[in-house]
């Protein structure tokens, strides 16, 4: 198995230009539901390369490209909040169709045509939680079959995520790609991971793939057996085995490509990551962490956990410190190449395999 993306994919301001416009036709994970659950609740994220606003319209989400078309002022600044859609440069107001249902000195606009001057709208699909978005296309794939076998999984993994108890974003100066793949093997975990996910692997880590339909990677991560030895700890474990999530033996990993990883932590712990692409050579990951439902749990258990999420937080954000300074050293190391080589080892079967994909959606979308 050798290297599938060229050098340039890594380093090139214009390709990375145009492999923007190519993934921002995939659907998109923008939101939950609860984040979006009182009416006139909204988030503003960046996808791909445009910033995308899904608000609730009276239980009705609507999304649209975070422009005004009177004079171009993005809409919404901040990443989320609540209120009517209201360009604050002039106060155009939008219904949850993106028309324009209020606009002020109306009658100083000559021939002026409400239709035309609709937002740009996106397409909204929910699959559990995970709220979906994508640009509007004529015959596009709906979110169930860009999905597939993952569907029944991610409404099973929002069936059992409970309370977020964390998030954190993490500056990257390497390509999106490189984060990506960092994620999809375990051989580096015991030199880049010495004192985080390293002691909690066998002496050879396992990657059992799961069922995910290309472009998305799947797959789950055999553990060493866990014997807490601190009292907190094993209090804290008593909880974490009535979880409804994950496996006590195992880490799970979905990417979902293009831009989005899930990660659910034995089953203690659940991941969203969303990789932002700022330039060829700066990512921004926002990662969000969630502990899992626990069946009858009580006020003192809850308390525990609350005191142990700082620990767990500051476990999450240390691992992710480490996978950045390993990806801009290979973003160094991929601006001194001069031939196109690089190869994968079966433990690295997932990265290539996720190579393949995004060659594949690259060349069949342009």
Excluded at 160 to 185: H, P
Excluded at 285 to 312: G, K
Aim: proline share 5%.
């Amino acid at each position: 198995m050798h290297n599938l993306i060229p050098k340039r994919a890594f380093v090139d301001a214009g390709d990375h230009e145009r492999e923007l416009t190519i993934i921002r036709g995939a659907w998109h994970y923008a939101a939950l539901r609860r984040d979006l659950m009182s009416n006139r609740d909204w988030v503003m994220v960046k996808l791909a390369d445009r910033e995308v606003i899904v608000q609730n319209f009276e239980g009705h989400l609507s999304a649209f490209t975070n422009v005004c078309p009177h004079r171009f002022n993005a809409i919404r600044a901040g990443s989320s909040g609540n209120g009517h859609l209201v360009c604050p440069y002039h106060r155009w107001s939008f219904d949850r169709d993106g028309t324009p249902a209020g606009i002020p000195f109306r009658n100083t606009f000559r021939d002026i045509d409400c239709e035309n001057l609709r937002l740009d709208r996106w397409d909204v699909e929910t699959c559990g939680e995970f709220v979906f978005v994508r640009p509007q296309v004529e015959n596009g794939i709906a979110l169930s079959d860009w999905l597939g076998a993952l569907s029944p999984r991610l409404e099973t993994i929002s069936a059992g995520m409970g309370k977020e108890y964390g998030r954190f974003q993490i500056d990257v100066q390497a390509n999106w790609k490189l984060s990506v793949q960092t994620t999809l093997e375990a051989d580096h975990a015991y030199s880049v991971h010495p004192e985080t996910i390293g002691p909690m692997l066998p002496r050879r880590p396992e990657l059992l793939e799961i069922d995910a339909p290309m472009p998305h990677v799947g797959y789950r991560l055999i553990m060493s057996p866990s014997a807490p030895t601190r009292s907190i700890l094993k209090r804290v474990a008593t909880v974490f085995d009535r979880s409804t999530v994950g496996n006590p033996s195992e880490n799970e990993h979905i990417s979902l490509f293009p831009l989005t990883s899930i990660g659910i932590h034995r089953r203690e712990s659940i991941a969203i990551l969303r990789y932002i692409p700022i330039g060829v050579a700066q990512t921004v990951i926002d990662t969000r962490l969630f502990f899992p439902n626990i069946e009858d749990i009580t006020t003192a258990e809850t308390a525990l956990l609350t005191a142990y999420s700082e620990i767990m937080v500051d476990f999450a954000r240390k691992l992710g410190e480490e996978d950045r300074d390993i990806c801009e050293s290979v973003q160094r190391g991929i601006a001194n190449l001069t031939e196109h080589r690089g190869t994968f080892g079966e433990g690295e079967r997932l990265v290539f395999a996720f190579q393949h994909a995004y060659c594949n959606y690259i060349e069949k979308s342009a």
